[in-house]
């Protein structure tokens, strides 16, 4: 029995574009689909499409893990690399997406430089029968990733979900440009937890407050009391100017370190993640990452049973 009444609709999607209408209901229908298919219990649903990965931005674990779950659904997939495409000669988004959809693709994973790229999409191909992932979008949302994370968290405490009702998560490092905590927050704040975001000022300004959080400039304050603590990259690529003085001046006063955990007074429970690329000590000591309390590589193989089920989701809308 689920303990939440949701004021959202369970509705059938046709894109995953944002962590902010996701319903609890939604996710947690979701989350035992993508656990049934990592136990192996249930098999995937064969959807058997024309599948294209749109990268218009570097990526190893989300590109490789659509990459599988389309295999595993029996999509062809289409080759993309953003350096050989059309793109190099100046074709725009819009018609690279009409090509391949002339070639018959009907599920388009997108990567992209741009925050408000994927609204442009969605209404440009209002009424073309095709489906769109989003798997980053500038500094906006990563909505695949949010998923895999809080599935990660839950599987920590057996899908015991009324469990992580008032539980601390601290969000730590470049929120400012990242699309991972945007994504994050929505999908945790509506599960119930806690967050709070831990940098430094002109990483994590205090606007953020209105989205629900707490916003903290010391780490070991902002990180007392968490279970769960989610460590990101500095997102140098999305910085216009040296938003830091230096990696090693960050490291000092943000990076985490078994040390920070113990003065912190974090117990053995605390659990790390981190969306990956790891910069290995700058951001997050290289042995705490290796530790039993990171959940780093859970994370990698659990967005493969997610994305299978995220892609599960969009096949009951195909025609
Ligand atoms: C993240 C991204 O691309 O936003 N990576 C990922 O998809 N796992 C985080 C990052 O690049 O730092």
């Keep these: 029995m689920l303990w939440w009444t949701s004021h959202y609709d369970f509705t059938v999607m046709r894109h995953i574009i944002s962590t902010k209408t996701l319903s609890i209901e939604w996710v947690a229908s979701l989350f035992s689909r993508a656990q049934s298919l990592k136990l192996g219990t249930q098999k995937p649903l064969i959807g058997g499409g024309i599948g294209s990965l749109l990268f218009y931005e570097n990526s190893t674990r989300t590109k490789n893990s659509f990459h599988l779950a389309l295999q595993e659904l029996n999509y ?31 599920l388009f994973v997108i990567r992209h430089g741009s ?70 927050i929505h999908l945790l704040k509506r599960f119930g937890l806690q ?84 910069n290995r000590n700058i951001e997050i000591e290289s042995s705490l990452l290796d530790s039993d309390r990171s959940l780093v590589n859970q994370q990698v193989l659990n967005g493969r049973f997610v994305r299978i089920a995220l892609i599960e989701e969009l096949q009951k809308t195909m025609s």
């Excluded at 990563?142 to 998923?147: D, E, G, K, T, V």
């Design 76 to 106: 062809k997939i289409l080759d993309f690399q953003i350096e050989s495409s059309s793109a190099t000669k100046g074709e725009n988004i819009t018609d690279t997406i009409q090509t391949l959809a002339n070639l018959g693709a009907n």
């Design 115 to 184: 925050s408000l790229i994927m609204q442009s999409l969605e209404k440009y191909f209002l009424n073309h029968p095709i489906h769109i992932i989003n798997a980053g979008n500038g500094m906006n949302e990563h909505p695949s990733q949010a998923l895999l994370d809080l599935f990660t968290i839950a599987e920590s405490v057996g899908f015991d979900y009324a469990s992580l009702r008032g539980q601390k998560i601290s969000i730590i490092g470049d929120c400012l440009h990242s699309r991972v905590a945007r994504s994050n």
């Design 195 to 278: 967050v709070t975001l831990v940098g430094p000022p002109n990483l994590v300004p205090w606007g953020f407050e209105d989205l629900g959080v707490e916003v903290s400039h010391n780490l070991k304050q902002g990180i007392e009391g968490s279970s769960f603590l989610m460590v990101l990259r500095i997102q140098k690529e999305r910085q216009n100017a040296n938003v830091i003085s230096s990696l090693s001046e960050y490291n000092k006063y943000y990076g985490l370190s078994e040390s920070m955990l113990s003065q912190a007074s974090l117990l053995d429970s605390v659990r790390v993640l981190h969306p990956g690329p790891v």
